[in-house]
T-cell receptor, first 109, second 117 residues
Framework: GQNIDQPTEMTATEGAIVQINCTYQ??????LFWYQQHAGEAPTFLSY??LDGLEEKGRFSSFLSRSKGYSYLLLKELQMKDSASYLC??????????WGAGTKLIIKP | GAVVSQHPSWVICKSGTSVKIECRSL??????MFWYRQFPKQSLMLMAT?????????EQGVEKDKFLINHASLTLSTLTVTSAHPEDSSFYIC?????????????FGEGSRLTVL
């Protein structure tokens, strides 16, 4: 079966750095996405990785290793507004998006 | 980026009634739209994939006669929850992609929270 694993919840301090991991087992691979979702709102796009390596976009970076079936989202200089759920999703060989359950990130002052 | 608008944001209805949710792509033509359902503290569950001008493809376990999807134009898809029951109460989210679905980003609507009394 297809599976996306990510931690259920993480806590970090304002101003710090946090890394949210995602491991996947899917039938084929056509890209990995990270989305941010605040409570009661729809997801918003953060990043897209299709090749191995690190993609940096401001305070957020996303890393992919296809051989290991592994990705992480790195958030730097954490702000209170970063408190949200972070969803990892993989597009499989049929271009279907397989979603992780999301990681709830709690930022403390 | 591209904008997807969803309406209504909130809807409360009585059990047994039908509710229609609209999803519009405002500044691009959405050849494919996706409908998701999300229960509290759970991830997105794909309900169906809708291509303009053709019948929607429903995921296993989703009743096509209960969740009617229409994608009559390149900018509008609708989801109608027929004979709604309290267990249908959920957060429904649509998303759309412009052009061929291999270029990356999927654009989401704001979501519609349905409460069935």
């Amino acid at each position: 079966g297809q599976n996306i694993d990510q931690p259920t919840e993480m806590t970090a301090t304002e101003g710090a750095i946090v890394q949210i991991n995602c491991t996947y087992q899917t039938s084929g691979f056509n890209g990995l996405f990270w989305y941010q979702q605040h409570a009661g709102e729809a997801p918003t796009f953060l990043s897209y990785n299709v090749l191995d390596g690190l993609e940096e976009k401001g305070r957020f970076s996303s890393f992919l290793s296809r051989s290991k079936g592994y990705s992480y989202l790195l958030l730097k200089e954490l702000q209170m507004k970063d408190s949200a759920s972070y969803l990892c999703a993989v597009r499989d060989s049929n271009y279907q998006l397989i979603w992780g359950a999301g990681t709830k990130l709690i930022i403390k002052p | 980026g591209a904008v997807v608008s969803q309406h209504p944001s909130w809807v409360i209805c009585k059990s047994g009634t039908s509710v229609k949710i609209e999803c519009r792509s405002l500044d691009f033509q959405a050849t494919t739209m996706f409908w998701y359902r999300q229960f509290p503290k759970q991830s997105l569950m794909l309900m169906a994939t809708s291509n303009e001008g053709s019948k929607a493809t429903y995921e296993q376990g989703v009743e096509k006669d209960k969740f009617l999807i229409n994608h009559a134009s390149l900018t509008l898809s609708t989801l109608t929850v027929t004979s709604a029951h309290p267990e249908d109460s959920s957060f429904y989210i649509c998303s759309a992609t412009e052009g061929h679905w291999d270029t990356g980003e999927l654009f989401f609507g704001e979501g519609s929270r349905l409460t069935v009394l």
